[in-house]
């Protein structure tokens, strides 16, 4: 696997620790079912009370113009975007198959409800449910969550859109295919777009052994060039392309489990790179478990907030969960605008430095969900400043810094220290640390 990188959409810290974030009580009403607990349980009441938010539906929001954006460029395709983010590991992980041992299966990576039930970590985990109802072309929009570091553009729940487009895998499908292709070409061909591209299928990002090798490569072409006017349809106009400048695409070869050949797409904008997202030749055990096994097709699945933080100018990942008018009146429905910072307030620097307990380690992304659990959105970043293992006593020390900011208002030293103190509480509590 020599050329190929492993995708960072997909890559996840590789310590494994058991989560002590358990909450303490027998059950959880989510969405209005009952759920029991159990010793793995690590989603905090922060979380949950993000699930009902659906910020990929609120009118006028940022994620709904973007999604609204992509869907109108796919208009023959169905658009989902109500489906519970309650689904099993199985469902999340086994179905697409990744590995019995993917360390995003870890209860340091993601959000448990119980053994048997978790948040899904992406919107693949809709793919074989949704191929299964006979939908053939078809974009899904939903909010996703991963346990993650704190920082300006990570958020422990965020927005994802996965597409996917089948065929017979047949002469007639493959006809469809390739009149579609011709289509897209000369659509393409005309435009304002420069891309960087690789192989449809190559050695080290084959096609499936079970796919004929010219089904594949025109299914890889497909992706390519409906992806790429998507992009154009999404960038274009905003980065102003012309003939002269025209928007930069780069495709590279990249490795997923649901996918092969499998792709990540970066645009230039704003002076850098940015990744967009992961996509491929559908894995056939993916249609086979669906129940539409002579079918091939692709998919894709991108991050919407990493999108609309540069389409509109959003600094801050937190900004999106604003519910101040300041945030929310600055945008209309259909309409990509620029962001106007409201002012900035001061930033309040806490540090906390602990002994752990001999028997309970404290993952940093245990860290950040204590934190992000009692601070909510005054969190603005946390790092740790340092670690070491005493080499007597063999403990472990760790020193913490979590910078307290609040987007909307200024916050006081004495509100910060008021937070500070009931995380450091926390912390005794919950991972029984020594605090130095
Ligand atoms: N689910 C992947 C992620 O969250 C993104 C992705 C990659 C989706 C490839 C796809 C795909 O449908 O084909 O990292």
Redo the contacts with the bound molecule.
């Keep these: 696997m020599q050329n190929l990188r492993f ?1 960072r ?2 890559a996840f810290s590789g310590r494994r620790w058991q989560s002590t974030n358990a909450l303490k009580s027998e059950y959880l009403d989510i969405l209005g079912e009952r759920h029991a607990t159990d010793d793995i349980t690590n989603v905090t009441p922060a979380i949950l009370s993000k699930i009902p938010l659906r910020l990929h539906s609120q009118p006028n929001h940022p994620l709904s113009t973007l999604r609204s954006l992509i869907e109108s460029h796919f208009p023959d395709y169905a658009h989902l975007s109500s489906l519970s983010p309650l689904v099993t590991p199985f469902k999340n992980f086994d179905e697409l198959s990744f590995p019995k041992d993917h360390p995003g299966r870890a209860v340091t990576d993601s959000y448990y409800i119980n053994k048997g039930l978790m948040l899904r970590t ?1 919107t ?1 985990a809709h793919e074989v449910e949704v191929f299964a109802q006979g939908n053939t072309q078809w974009l899904l929009t939903a909010d996703v969550y991963r346990r993650d570091e704190i920082d300006g553009s990570h958020y422990p729940v965020f927005h ?1 859109m ?1 597409g996917a487009r089948i065929w017979s895998a047949d002469a007639s499908g493959m006809k469809e295919v390739e009149d579609d292709n011709e289509r897209l070409s000369s659509h393409l061909t005309r435009s304002n777009i420069a891309i960087e591209d690789v192989p449809h299928l190559s050695p080290a990002n084959p096609a499936q052994p079970m796919h004929d090798p010219r089904h594949s490569e025109l299914i890889a072409k497909n992706l390519k060039l409906s992806l790429n006017s998507m992009l154009l349809h999404l960038f274009g106009g905003v980065a102003g392309a012309t003939k002269e400048n025209p928007l930069r695409v780069r495709w590279i070869e990249t490795y ?1 489990p ?2 092969s050949p ?1 792709f990540e797409v970066e645009v230039f904008f704003g002076g850098k790179w940015l990744e967009i997202l ?3 030749v559908v894995r056939q055990a993916t249609l086979d478990t669906a129940n539409v096994p002579h079918k091939i097709g692709w ?3 991108l991050g919407l907030e990493r999108i609309a933080m540069v389409l509109y100018s959003i600094p801050d990942i937190r900004l999106f969960w604003s519910t101040d008018a300041r945030f929310l009146s600055q945008f209309k429905q259909g309409e990509i605008s620029k962001f106007k910072p409201y002012s900035k307030y001061p930033s309040c620097f806490k540090d906390v430095s602990f002994w752990t307990a001999q028997d309970i380690s404290v993952h940093e992304n245990d860290f950040c969900d204590l934190v992000r659990d009692v601070a909510g959105d005054l969190v603005e970043d946390v790092k740790k400043i340092d670690s070491f293992v005493h080499p007597k006593t063999n403990r472990t020390s760790l020193c913490y810094r979590i910078n307290y900011r609040s987007m909307d208002r200024s916050l006081s030293n004495e509100e910060a220290n008021v937070v500070q103190q009931e995380v450091v509480s926390r912390l005794k509590e919950q991972f029984r640390v020594e605090i130095r």
């Design positions: 995708s959409f997909f992406h693949s994802q996965e997923f649901f996918t499998s992961g996509c491929g998919a894709f699945g």
